[in-house]
């Protein structure tokens, strides 16, 4: 299991997604904004944003939320002009990392990712440093409480295009190339499965152990990271034992 999806476990079982709801849905509606102003309001005709309101909605974002941030990206409301723009980086221990924003103002953010970094053990790299160590994937977790038979489950979940099945503390975590991931969640949720996260993730190929100091502060890193207003997504490719995870407030 890769290091983010670890990282993940840990922040659900300590609620700290639910106490940062208002942060999450700020980047879902940057998310749908730019797939809106890219490629137009119709999720139809534009994947991106299909992708978009599918995280939207499993995040359980009200509907209302949804169309306004379309209708920015469309023109049709005011609003901010977001730009693309993934940074990679090292942190404690040689562990490689991924950092996706959207931004409206690239000198801004990359001072702040350079600060948050430089305080906490790491440093950014040059383009294609650590890129090719992460692979793009779907990645969808449905609560095994939810699930009363697990080969009935694999099995509706390989007709609609997952590549894999696992279980990870309690819940079980299913991968698919990324075309797949709005198929997948609604074939799933038409079948009875309601997702607890859905996610385009980059997973690891490779993994790098992290003890002691370096693993706290690997972590903290995650942390103030996650937290920056700058940045979407955060990836990384550490190896930390659950019980150093445990300690993180």
């Given at each position: 299991m890769s290091g983010h999806s670890k990282w993940s476990t840990i922040k659900r079982k300590k609620g700290?997604?639910?106490?940062?709801?208002?942060?999450?849905?700020?980047?879902?509606?940057?998310?749908?904004?730019?797939?809106?102003?890219?490629?137009?309001?119709?999720?139809?005709?534009?994947?991106?944003?299909?992708?978009?309101?599918?995280?939207?909605?499993?995040?359980?974002?009200?509907n209302d939320n949804i169309e306004r941030?379309?209708?920015?990206?469309?023109?049709?409301?005011?609003g901010?002009?977001?730009?693309?723009?993934?940074?990679?980086?090292?942190?404690?221990?040689?562990?490689?990392?991924?950092?996706?924003c959207l931004t409206d103002n690239k000198n801004r953010t990359v001072s702040e990712?350079?600060?948050?970094?430089s305080k906490n053990g790491g440093r950014l790299a040059e383009m294609g440093s650590v890129s090719w160590v992460f692979d793009r994937k779907t990645l969808i977790g449905i609560d095994e409480k939810d699930v009363q038979d697990e080969e009935k489950l694999l099995e509706a979940a390989i007709s609609a295009g997952a590549?894999?099945?696992?279980?990870?503390?309690?819940?079980?975590?299913?991968?698919?190339?990324?075309?797949?991931?709005?198929?997948?969640?609604?074939?799933l949720t038409e079948d009875g499965y309601e997702p607890v996260s859905a996610e385009l993730t980059m997973i690891p190929r490779t993994m790098?152990?992290?003890?002691?100091?370096e693993a706290i502060q690997m972590l903290r890193l995650m942390e103030r990271l996650e937290d920056s207003d700058e940045v979407q997504k955060v990836f990384a490719n550490f190896d930390i034992d659950p019980e150093i995870m445990e300690e993180i407030d």
């Open positions: 700290k997604e639910d106490a940062k709801r208002g942060n999450l849905f700020t980047r879902l509606i940057k998310e749908i904004t730019v797939a809106a102003r890219q490629g137009g309001g119709d999720p139809n005709s534009n994947p991106r944003l299909r992708t978009a309101m599918v995280s939207a909605r499993s995040a359980n974002m009200p941030a379309i209708k920015k990206g469309t023109g049709e409301l005011p901010v002009s977001y730009e693309d723009v993934s940074y990679e980086g090292y942190g404690p221990g040689g562990v490689a990392i991924l950092i996706e990712l350079r600060h948050i970094l590549d894999d099945m696992s279980n990870e503390d309690g819940v079980f975590e299913i991968t698919a190339a990324p075309d797949h991931f709005a198929d997948l969640v609604e074939a790098a152990k992290v003890e002691g100091k």
